[in-house]
């Protein structure tokens, strides 16, 4: 159990650090005006990477019995 929580949380750490990454190239290439099309699938990606974050938050989380 707690092997796969620590594989959980280098995997979200890792994606999180992807994603600060994407958001410093995408800034840079919007500014020097590069190419759109490069530019969308940057964004798709970071927008991928999001949903994962949120994915693995959640499984981090321990279900609440109300």
Known sequence: MQA?????L???HEL???HRDLDTVIAR???AGTDALQLQ???KRK???KDEIAWLES???PDIIA
Not at 4 to 8: A, G, N, T
């Open 59 to 61: 499984q981090l989380v």
């Open 4 to 8: 796969d929580r620590d594989s959980l």
């Open 29 to 31: 290439l919007d500014e």
């Open 41 to 43: 699938r940057l964004k």
């Open 10 to 12: 280098r995997r979200l």
């Open 16 to 18: 999180r650090s992807e």
């Open 47 to 49: 927008l991928k990477l």
